[in-house]
Structures are given as structure tokens and as C-alpha cells.
């Protein structure tokens, strides 16, 4: 998969998360962690894409998978745990 076209799908998902257009937003990061399984920001952006809270769990997790010391993903499933 080409690099520039994964790198184009994250920020306009983000984007569009900022933004609001959460169906947006989960249909172009879902592409990009299906591009890419090892996209550590794909993973953090889908994760406030999602609105099921095991499947945001599961994307940090991924998060957490590809880079243990990533601290927005170790405190979102600090929140979703309730500590």
C-alpha cells in the first residue's frame, strides 16, 4: 500500500474527527489500519472513532501492542477502566 495514500486517509480521518464526522472519520481509519496494521496514530484516532467501548479498548490495545510507552493510549484505558 502506498505510504502517501495511508498518511492522506490518517489526517482526513482526523480531520474529520475533529470536526465532528464521526462516520467519516471511522470509514478512512478503518482504512488506514487496514492498510497498515502496525499504524500506531491509525489505532489512536480510531480509537476516539469508535463509540462501542470494548472496540476502543481493543484499539488502544493495538496502540499499546506497537509502542508500550505510548501515554495518551495508557491513560484512555486508565479512563475506560474508571481508575
Known amino acids: 500500500m502506498d505510504h502517501d495514500q495511508i498518511a492522506e486517509w ?26 497498515d496494521e502496525t499504524n500506531e496514530e491509525g489505532w489512536l484516532w ?3 472513532a469508535v463509540d462501542d467501548i470494548e472496540d476502543q479498548r481493543t484499539a488502544l490495545q493495538n496502540v499499546l501492542a506497537i509502542n508500550p510507552l505510548n501515554h495518551h493510549a495508557r491513560y484512555g ?3 475506560l477502566s474508571g481508575e
Open 10 to 35: 490518517l489526517y482526513e480521518g482526523a480531520v474529520a474527527l475533529q470536526e465532528g464526522d464521526r462516520e467519516r472519520a471511522l470509514e478512512l481509519l478503518l482504512r488506514v489500519v487496514e492498510a
Open 46 to 48: 480510531l480509537s476516539g
Open 77 to 79: 484505558l486508565e479512563v
